[in-house]
């Protein structure tokens, strides 16, 4: 009868201690180790392979679904063995564009880094995983865990968000209502849904299965419930007609820094030929220009050439451009990259400069340190961050500006929007990068902040992808990579408010708090127990 009482029915009601999962022995433990890590760095690889230039963004679900079940019951220990695994599985491959600029060395140093932070997301979701409603509280620690990563070191890396990874789902209308963070939340509160499901069903376990199926349903929903939630405020949308100009780089790689003058010419050129195809009457006129960020890579307030080529063709199109120019600082040595409005026969009446530039990059922290280690450290520049508020006013026309990467980071999106965008414009340089996958990522970014802000966007690149984007997050135009070629679209002007950028930060800190409470709070109850063993032991 004792035997019969002790039958595997119960066992699963009286569930180990989370400070002390089960151990196996011998070779089931090695199996189980083998299989929980192929499944950690299985779930990373599905992660990257959800994000754009592919449309496989339901590849994310089953990514955490693999993450969870890897992590479940696991020491924290464990869980952030598991978590570095789909951090390499996932930063690895969707990084690649590092290496192609810097090398092998700096690449994999980095991905190795970054993991190191989706660790710490393991290790937390692993001591929350038998949490009731552990899904919710695990995905509030992956929300934690993205907004460290973006934070931090020298900045942070808010590259491979997930949310940036769900331009083309039915999630990405959440994004409205809580940002990036939210769109995050719930797309990995989804996977871990699906995973708990699965392993309940796997196990035959008698603990209901309406918990992670409700959560996992009401995760998917709130895509299409999102967009019962309308942007309010401001009047109905004017439009205006805006030119992306892509002139194109003479050749691959980083030094393209050294064809100045020929990426200058090239941006120029184009616009004098759509001057001339407005003429002819083939085109709309356009109200206003944008160029990309280092298209003029020679400072046009010093040198007096340059400045006439780009006075050149402002007075032939007739309208205002925005140039993206690198220029000297008066001391000398820094330099600050720039989006200059230029008016033909006056030059530069307004001017942003870059908020928030790229480490390793635009300037080298650290740098005699990294010396010892790349040869790359030599041709990292010494830019300095600018101020302002992220808009400059062309013919009426308020311009949100957020220069290349500044896009990944909500505060400067958020700052723009707040400080009168109508419109938002990503003057981007991603010829450095060759054919990789870099400025399809980037494009998604952008896709997501026109629908957090619900703002229409204007990507200009050097060599592509430069594409006109509606509030709605749908790629209306879009250029090939290493083509010169110019974008014409008839854009509206917006100054609605969406509900994400009332919020602002609020969403994620919420987020943030629900998970760092969780795991404080299984901390403080695995001490209180274990006090309370000494004591009755």
């Known amino acids: 009868m004792a035997r019969r009482t002790l039958s595997p029915v119960v066992l699963p009601d009286v569930e180990p201690s989370v400070s002390d999962p089960p151990r196996s022995s011998g070779r089931a433990s090695w199996g189980l180790l083998l299989t929980r890590s192929v499944a950690a760095l299985g779930g990373g690889l599905l992660l990257y392979y959800s994000f754009p230039p592919r449309t496989l963004w339901w590849l994310a679900i089953p990514a955490f679904a693999l993450l969870g079940l890897a992590v479940y019951g696991r020491r924290a220990r464990a869980g952030f063995g598991y978590g570095f695994l789909f951090g390499m599985g996932f930063l690895l491959p969707l990084l690649t564009w590092i290496g192609a600029l810097v090398g092998p060395v700096p690449w994999v140093a980095l991905v190795v880094l970054e993991s190191l932070f989706v660790g710490l997301a393991g290790a937390g979701m692993a001591l929350v995983s038998r949490l009731p409603a552990a899904p919710v509280w695990a995905a509030a620690v992956w929300s934690a865990g993205e907004s460290l990563r973006g934070r931090v070191p020298f900045g942070g890396l808010p590259w491979g968000r997930v949310g940036f990874g769900q331009p083309s789902g039915p999630l990405l209308p959440v994004a409205s209502i809580g940002g990036v963070p939210l769109l995050s939340f719930v797309t990995v509160l989804a ?7 699965a392993r309940r069903l796997f196990l035959r376990e008698p603990r209901p299965l309406l918990v992670p199926a409700v959560i996992g349903v009401v995760a998917m929903l709130t895509g299409p419930l999102a967009l019962l939630v309308p942007a309010t ?6 439009y205006v007609t805006i030119a992306a100009v892509q002139g194109n780089v003479p050749r691959l790689g980083l030094d393209f820094n050294a064809q ?30 944008i160029w990309p960020e280092n298209s003029s890579d020679i400072d046009p307030l010093q040198n007096p050439d340059a400045a006439a080529q780009i006075d050149r063709a402002a007075q032939a199109v007739g309208v205002p451009i925005l140039v993206g120019a690198v220029l000297r600082n008066p001391d000398g040595v820094t330099t600050s990259n720039s989006a200059l409005v230029w008016l033909g026969g006056q030059g530069v009446v307004e001017r942003a400069d870059k908020r928030r530039v790229q480490p390793f990059g635009e300037y080298m922290p650290w740098r005699s340190f990294f010396a010892m280690f790349s ?11 600018g101020n302002g508020p992220g808009v400059v006013t062309m013919d009426g026309v308020k311009v949100g500006v957020t220069i290349c990467w500044e896009v990944a980071f909500d505060d400067l999106v958020e700052d723009s929007v707040d400080n009168g965008a109508q419109v938002l414009a990503v003057p981007s340089n991603n010829a450095t990068f060759g054919f ?8 998604a970014m952008s896709q997501v902040r026109s629908v957090e802000h619900d703002r229409a966007s204007i990507v200009a690149t050097t060599s592509g992808v430069s594409a006109t984007i509606s509030p709605d997050g749908t790629v209306t135009q879009s250029t090939k990579q290493f083509t010169p070629d ?20 609020v969403p994620e800190w919420v987020l943030v708090a629900l998970g760092v409470g969780a795991v404080g709070a299984v901390i403080v109850t695995r001490r209180r127990d274990r006090k309370d063993e000494d004591k009755n032991g």
């Open 191 to 197: 996977g871990l849904a699906l995973g708990e499901l």
């Open 233 to 238: 405020g401001g009047g109905p949308a004017k």
């Open 260 to 289: 100045r003058r020929a990426v200058l010419d090239n941006h120029v050129n184009e616009t004098i030929k759509l001057a001339d195809e407005v003429a002819a009457g083939k085109v709309a006129k356009p109200d206003i220009v």
């Open 375 to 385: 040869s790359y450290v030599a041709r990292a520049g010494y830019f300095v961050p």
């Open 436 to 443: 990789t996958e870099m400025t399809y990522q980037q494009l």
């Open 486 to 505: 110019v974008l014409v679209e008839r854009t509206p002007l917006l100054d609605t408010t969406t509900l994400a950028t009332r919020l602002g930060a």
